[in-house]
């Protein structure tokens, strides 16, 4: 199953620098891991925000809630899920 993810994230400014920076190095071990294994096909930056659009490929939408829940960064992350459908029009 595909979806289309959007992460916005709000670390808060009293978080101290080097607990940001802890939890920032621990989201992105944690997402290579689940690009590396195909879940997390793809990670897209939005211009100008503390942003992101991503695809998933799980097997189910508690996979996925798992995956997103599991995000060191979590607590700090407003997410908007959008499950896909293949479209009739596309080639591939």
């Known amino acids: 199953m595909l979806f289309l993810v959007r992460m916005d994230v709000n670390i808060p400014r ?9 939890i920032k190095a621990r989201e ?5 891991d689940l690009q590396r294994d195909g879940r ?4 897209w930056r939005v211009v100008g925000e503390y942003a992101n659009y991503s695809i ?13 829940q599991g995000l060191p960064l979590f607590p700090f992350m407003k997410i908007d899920v959008t499950p896909l459908a293949t479209h009739p ?3 591939a």
């Open 14 to 22: 009293d978080l101290p620098v080097n607990e940001a920076n802890e």
């Open 28 to 32: 992105k071990a944690y997402s290579q």
């Open 40 to 43: 997390w096909q793809s990670i």
């Open 56 to 68: 998933f490929n799980v097997s189910s939408n508690d996979e996925l809630h798992q995956l997103l």
């Open 89 to 91: 029009s596309a080639i």
